[in-house]
């Protein structure tokens, strides 16, 4: 009886082990997915809007470049509305990511030093 016992135990505990997993790696799945979400927000990666706005460091002055070239792409002086609607884009995913790494300084700057 208690060989039974033992085995039922077992297989109960491997049911709920495989259970778990399974959980954990749709957790990790959906998590994968909300943080891809995240860095698409506007549909551009980090990369493309640094290329539309020709950034190559990520700070304030230099995001400024998109007034000068949302100006010329104006539809009302021969410009695309396609390409002033990617700068804007590009200006909003760039702002995003800067307002995420401010974010993450300050929550390093909350952090106890060990």
């Known amino acids: 009886m208690a060989k039974y016992l033992a085995q039922i135990i077992v297989m ?41 706005l020709n950034v190559s460091k990520l700070n304030p002055e230099e995001i400024q470049k998109y007034e000068y070239l949302f100006k010329v792409n104006d539809k009302s002086v021969g410009g695309s509305f396609y390409l002033q609607s990617k700068v804007v884009r590009a200006k909003e995913r760039l702002e995003e990511e800067l307002r995420i790494q ?4 300050r929550e390093k ?6």
């Open 12 to 52: 109960g505990a491997q049911v709920v082990g495989r259970a778990f997993a399974r959980a954990l790696r749709q957790e990790f799945a959906a998590s994968r997915a909300a943080a891809a979400a995240a860095s698409n927000l506007s549909g551009l990666s980090l990369q493309e809007a640094q290329q539309i």
């Open 102 to 105: 401010a974010q993450e300084d």
């Open 109 to 114: 700057e909350k952090r106890p030093q060990t």
